[in-house]
T-cell receptor, first 112, second 113 residues
Framework: DAKTTQPTSMDCAEGRAANLPCNHS???????VYWYRQIHSQGPQYIIH???NNETNEMASLIITEDRKSSTLILPHATLRDTAVYYC?????????????FGTGTRLKVLA | EPEVTQTPSHQVTQMGQEVILRCVPI?????FYWYRQILGQKVEFLVS????????KSEIFDDQFSVERPDGSNFTLKIRSTKLEDSAMYFC???????????FGPGTRLLVL
């Protein structure tokens, strides 16, 4: 089972920041949080990941709470092309596989 | 930018037929994965593969499924005798080192009639 819970859907106005929350209260100390998105039925696209520090790249920022039980993905200036399903994933290490267990994700709709 | 590619993009087959889905991982990646997504449902892990052997497989990955790296570039998923419930998008993913990010291909949409 997925170790994450996310809201089913969210709307965001174009040009505004989109803040997507994720709860992962059972995360272990060495487990990373990854964010991917899926546009229509395309392959999941990597966005960002982190362990305990906040992270930023050209796509987004990731804010992880100090207790690591939740995180927020921030798209600073959402565009219509950011409309997608966003998955928060805790990477699980079993036998060195580091597989991903996907949850149901948040369907983000960016509105014009 | 290097990317994972998959062929075919769409495959229609009759129940009971064998299908082979092909993936070309990113060059110099060593870890390979197959996931599937039934229409409207979550992405599900099927199998991981490293050093020419399966490192982990899910309950979904039963005896009807097999994976192979037949040469230095391709990674294949074979379904021996397809069932209606095998209809799904199948995604291949690869990564270079154990703790690196997985990169996904565009998927193959399989429809079993």
């Amino acid at each position: 089972d997925a170790k994450t819970t996310q809201p089913t859907s969210m709307d965001c106005a174009e040009g505004r920041a989109a803040n997507l929350p994720c709860n992962h209260s059972t995360i272990s100390g060495n487990e990373y949080v990854y964010w991917y998105r899926q546009i229509h039925s395309q392959g999941p696209q990597y966005i960002i990941h982190g362990l305990k520090n906040n992270e930023t790249n050209e796509m987004a920022s990731l804010i992880i709470t100090e207790d690591r039980k939740s995180s927020t993905l921030i798209l600073p200036h959402a565009t219509l092309r950011d409309t997608a399903v966003y998955y928060c994933i805790v990477r699980v290490d079993t036998s060195g596989t580091y597989k991903y267990i996907f949850g149901t994700g948040t369907r983000l709709k960016v509105l014009a | 930018e290097p990317e994972v590619t998959q062929t075919p993009s769409h495959q229609v087959t009759q129940m009971g037929q064998e299908v082979i889905l092909r993936c070309v991982p990113i060059s110099n990646h060593l870890y390979f994965y197959w996931y599937r997504q039934i229409l409207g449902q979550k992405v599900e892990f099927l199998v991981s593969f490293y050093n020419n052997e399966i490192s982990e497989k899910s309950e979904i990955f039963d005896d009807q499924f097999s994976v192979e790296r037949p040469d230095g570039s391709n990674f294949t998923l074979k379904i021996r005798s397809t069932k209606l419930e095998d209809s799904a998008m199948y995604f291949c993913a690869s990564k270079g080192q154990p703790q690196e990010t997985q990169y996904f291909g565009p998927g193959t949409r399989l429809l079993v009639l």
